[in-house]
């Protein structure tokens, strides 16, 4: 829609290819029995209606991109993905609107549920063991030779294991790594022994592809994938039969085993984390590679009841019923209000109490409350944290209703209506109060795309009113010689009244106010962000990230027109202060991804008292960057007109290396 100066406003788009991974499997889930006093939550129905009462959940479980509740009544919930029957509702059919279903034929007489990567396995009453999803079909089916006489099971990401009343394992499904235990690395679609474990067995764990036991004298041994040292035996080699876990022969409660890490807990309430740690997933405060011994979780020495460990992040429960996570926060799966990776634990927002089980999965947690209710966080692409909204993923605990023919008020995918009165803002000249950014890098050259050039944020309103925008629909600037320039950065400034009117448009019509915290379209080649919305206004922190269809596309094409569309004068902005960008060009002249200098032009080298290496990050296809100020960023006029120049090309002082140099202004926000 156009707005005019009673609705000003900004923007833009860009790109980021981002890799979309398999979300790897679930370990069973981590949980401690809640009060038999406790009263089951209830969701308040419309008034001509009888009160609708959601069952009370006891037990929890998160796969790969499902979960599954337990109630007090033995019976089995699920919802999200179910392209292979995951839910167990006698379809393969994903709803257009994510909610809780019934499992077939499993209304009571479960004690015990445990979701996978592609499927779910849950343990009567009677100590059988029922499966569903990938290989089973889409409702519950007896596994061969455990009607009877199975203690616990475990589902991994394509196999599954089940200890049996004797103490022994059995496992079943995929093997190529020896998940399975048996001696072999060839699959089996029945269940077969471990090797070496007929009996004293309490506690399995499936991860991945690897499979760890708790043995009723509190040690844990390890088999399957040892490539990122998820054994824990001090080596990175695959073993098909169990080993023993280093240093943990005695004194450990409860294990479990995610992608491809594995955590135990010991007899004192602490956690001990090993295996592949990059995204910070075993808690103890680096981001090296790996470890193949188990490391303890910093603050965690006590006090704590149960674990749960996912795709590529680790949840602990508390004893005083708090939940704290750490690992992979691409999706808000820590729960901590970020999209931040942590390397410690954080703690769950709203969590720090009441919570009885808590599972991870793939790339979101779920909790069970005293209550008798389940809260969910993290992804939400295929609707795994149920909570009847198209939202992405949610950063914080959202509640799941679990009672599928009661209606309740959810966030809607439309924009609110335009908030009246003032709205509170920071005033500074250098607080943000509203910006949207690029989703990529500011420049690149690569195979797929060729040169991109789409620098710093697209749209800044400052706190006094000082707008910073670049205009992608805007002439080009004509080429001066070897200096190919871009759109330049303009400037604004907004006085009060105007600021409230982009403000109210932004949060009210423009959509950003009830907004969810990402958009998303998947494919087999990646995902998309194409823009960046942050917010500080009217008691919003916000930021959404935009990679799909979304109600904010109207606002995001209003803003990209601001200079056009608001009625307000603008001028080109002159910055004090510039981002200089350097590039070994050579190898992308060469595959014909940037143009040849003989046609373009090419310049020496023109700072004598800098050295290409001050460019921090400059190495072989990597890019550097330095911060220029306005004489450094004058030389050869490159500064003049704005200042955005996408690409000269530059002599090194060595007489032989060939840079490209790239150049645009710093915002006001931004340091070096």
């Given at each position: 829609?156009?707005?005019?100066?009673?609705?000003?406003?900004?923007?833009?788009?860009?790109?980021?290819?981002?890799?979309?991974?398999?979300?790897?499997?679930?370990?069973?889930?981590?949980?401690?029995?809640?009060?038999?006093?406790?009263?089951?939550?209830?969701?308040p129905?419309?008034?001509?209606?009888?009160?609708?009462?959601?069952?009370?959940i006891?037990a929890?479980?998160?796969?790969?991109?499902h979960?599954?509740?337990?109630?007090?009544?033995?019976?089995?919930?699920?919802?999200?993905?179910?392209?292979?029957?995951?839910?167990?509702?006698?379809?393969?059919?994903?709803?257009?609107?994510?909610?809780?279903?019934?499992?077939?034929?499993?209304?009571?007489?479960?004690t015990?549920?445990?979701?996978?990567?592609?499927?779910?396995?849950?343990?009567?009453?009677?100590?059988?063991?029922?499966?569903?999803?990938?290989?089973?079909?889409?409702?519950?089916?007896?596994?061969?030779?455990?009607?009877s006489?199975?203690?616990?099971?475990?589902?991994g990401?394509?196999?599954?294991?089940?200890?049996?009343?004797?103490?022994?394992?059995?496992?079943?499904?995929?093997?190529?790594?020896?998940?399975?235990?048996?001696?072999?690395?060839?699959?089996?679609?029945?269940?077969?022994?471990?090797?070496?474990?007929a009996?004293?067995?309490?506690?399995?764990?499936?991860?991945?592809?690897?499979?760890?036991?708790?043995?009723?004298?509190?040690?844990?041994?390890?088999?399957?994938?040892?490539?990122?040292?998820?054994?824990?035996?001090?080596?990175?080699?695959?073993?098909?039969?169990?080993?023993?876990?280093?240093?943990?022969?005695?004194?450990?409660?409860?294990?479990?085993?995610?992608?491809?890490?594995?955590?135990?807990?010991?007899?004192?309430?602490?956690?001990?984390?090993w295996?592949?740690?990059?995204?910070?997933?075993?808690?103890?405060?680096?981001?090296?590679?790996?470890?193949?011994?188990?490391?303890?979780?910093?603050?965690l020495?006590?006090?704590?009841?149960?674990?749960?460990?996912?795709?590529?992040h680790?949840?602990?429960?508390?004893?005083?019923?708090?939940v704290?996570?750490?690992?992979?926060?691409?999706?808000?799966?820590?729960?901590?209000?970020?999209?931040?990776?942590?390397?410690?634990?954080?703690?769950?927002?709203?969590?720090?109490?009441?919570?009885?089980?808590?599972?991870?999965?793939?790339?979101?947690?779920c909790?069970?409350?005293l209550?008798?209710?389940?809260?969910?966080?993290?992804?939400?692409?295929?609707?795994q944290?149920?909570?009847?909204?198209?939202?992405?993923?949610?950063?914080?605990?959202?509640?799941?209703?679990?009672?599928?023919?009661?209606?309740?008020?959810?966030?809607?995918?439309?924009?609110?209506?335009?908030?009246?009165?003032?709205?509170?803002?920071?005033?500074?000249?250098?607080?943000v109060?509203?910006?949207?950014?690029?989703?990529?890098?500011?420049?690149?050259?690569?195979d797929?795309?060729?040169?991109?050039?789409?620098?710093?944020?697209?749209?800044?309103?400052?706190g006094?009113?000082?707008?910073?925008?670049?205009?992608?629909?805007?002439?080009?600037?004509?080429?001066?010689?070897?200096?190919?320039?871009?759109?330049?950065?303009?400037?604004?400034h907004?006085?009060?009244?105007e600021?409230?009117?982009?403000?109210?448009?932004a949060?009210?019509?423009g959509?950003?106010?009830?907004?969810c915290?990402?958009?998303?379209?998947?494919?087999?080649?990646?995902?998309w962000v194409?823009?960046?919305?942050?917010?500080?206004?009217?008691?919003?922190?916000?930021?959404?990230?935009?990679?799909?269809?979304?109600?904010?596309?109207?606002?995001?094409?209003?803003?990209?027109?601001?200079?056009?569309?608001?009625?307000?004068?603008?001028?080109?902005?002159?910055?004090?202060?510039?981002?200089?960008?350097?590039?070994?060009?050579?190898?992308?002249?060469?595959?014909?991804l940037?143009?040849?200098?003989?046609?373009?032009?090419?310049?020496?080298?023109?700072?004598?008292?800098?050295?290409?290496?001050?460019?921090?990050?400059?190495?072989?296809?990597?890019?550097?960057?330095?911060?220029?100020?306005?004489?450094?960023?004058?030389?050869?006029?490159l500064?003049?007109?704005?200042?955005?120049?996408?690409?000269?090309?530059?002599?090194?002082?060595?007489?032989?290396?060939?840079?490209?140099?790239?150049?645009w202004?710093?915002?006001?926000?931004?340091?070096?």
């Amino acid at each position: 829609m156009r707005f005019s100066l009673s609705r000003v406003a900004t923007t833009v788009v860009v790109g980021l290819l981002v890799v979309a991974c398999a979300s790897p499997a679930s370990p069973p889930p981590a949980t401690i029995p809640p009060p038999t006093s406790s009263r089951p939550a209830t969701i308040p129905p419309p008034t001509s209606s009888p009160p609708a009462v959601s069952p009370a959940i006891t037990a929890i479980a998160a796969g790969g991109d499902h979960t599954c509740a337990l109630t007090s009544g033995g019976g089995v919930k699920c919802w999200g993905a179910n392209q292979y029957g995951q839910l167990g509702n006698g379809t393969t059919t994903q709803t257009a609107v994510p909610v809780a279903v019934d499992v077939s034929g499993l209304a009571s007489g479960v004690t015990a549920i445990s979701a996978g990567g592609v499927h779910t396995c849950a343990l009567t009453s009677g100590g059988g063991v029922k499966c569903w999803g990938a290989n089973y079909g889409s409702v519950p089916v007896d596994v061969a030779g455990l009607a009877s006489g199975v203690a616990a099971i475990a589902a991994g990401y394509e196999h599954t294991c089940a200890v049996t009343s004797g103490g022994g394992v059995r496992c079943w499904g995929a093997n190529y790594s020896g998940q399975l235990g048996n001696l072999s690395t060839t699959g089996s679609s029945v269940p077969v022994d471990v090797s070496g474990l007929a009996r004293g067995v309490t506690a399995i764990a499936a991860g991945e592809i690897h499979t760890c036991a708790l043995t009723s004298g509190g040690g844990v041994k390890c088999w399957g994938n040892g490539t990122y040292g998820q054994l824990g035996n001090g080596t990175n080699t695959d073993s098909s039969v169990p080993v023993d876990v280093s240093g943990l022969a005695s004194g450990v409660s409860a294990i479990a085993a995610g992608g491809l890490h594995t955590c135990a807990l010991t007899s004192g309430g602490g956690v001990k984390c090993w295996g592949a740690i990059w995204y910070g997933q075993l808690g103890n405060g680096t981001w090296t590679y790996s470890s193949s011994i188990p490391v303890d979780v910093p603050g965690l020495a006590s006090g704590v009841s149960a674990i749960a460990a996912g795709g590529q992040h680790t949840c602990a429960l508390t004893s005083g019923g708090g939940v704290k996570c750490w690992g992979n926060g691409e999706y808000g799966q820590l729960g901590n209000g970020t999209t931040t990776d942590s390397s410690v634990p954080v703690d769950v927002s709203g969590l720090a109490g009441g919570v009885s089980a808590v599972d991870a999965g793939g790339s979101n947690t779920c909790a069970a409350y005293l209550g008798g209710g389940v809260k969910c966080w993290g992804d939400n692409y295929l609707g795994q944290l149920g909570t009847r909204t198209r939202c992405m993923s949610s950063s914080v605990p959202v509640d799941v209703p679990l009672d599928a023919d009661v209606v309740t008020p959810s966030p809607s995918n439309e924009p609110i209506g335009t908030p009246i009165g003032r709205i509170e803002h920071a005033t500074g000249p250098r607080d943000v109060v509203l910006r949207l950014n690029n989703g990529g890098a500011d420049l690149g050259v690569s195979d797929l795309g060729g040169e991109s050039f789409q620098p710093g944020p697209e749209f800044t309103l400052y706190g006094d009113g000082t707008v910073i925008f670049r205009n992608e629909r805007a002439e080009l600037p004509p080429t001066e010689g070897p200096i190919v320039r871009a759109r330049p950065f303009r400037t604004a400034h907004l006085n009060e009244d105007e600021i409230h009117s982009l403000l109210r448009f932004a949060l009210g019509e423009g959509g950003l106010a009830n907004a969810c915290e990402r958009y998303e379209e998947r494919t087999s080649e990646g995902i998309w962000v194409s823009a960046v919305f942050t917010i500080h206004a009217g008691g919003l922190d916000k930021r959404v990230v935009v990679g799909g269809p979304s109600p904010l596309e109207s606002l995001t094409d209003d803003l990209r027109n601001f200079d056009q569309w608001s009625g307000i004068s603008t001028q080109v902005w002159v910055a004090d202060r510039y981002w200089g960008n350097l590039l070994g060009a050579g190898p992308y002249i060469e595959q014909g991804l940037l143009p040849d200098p003989r046609a373009t032009g090419i310049v020496r080298w023109p700072w004598p008292a800098i050295a290409p290496a001050e460019f921090v990050g400059l190495a072989d296809y990597s890019a550097g960057r330095r911060v220029m100020s306005a004489d450094e960023a004058a030389v050869l006029g490159l500064s003049d007109n704005g200042g955005v120049v996408q690409r000269i090309y530059l002599l090194g002082p060595d007489d032989e290396t060939i840079y490209s140099f790239s150049l645009w202004p710093m915002v006001p926000d931004e340091t070096s």
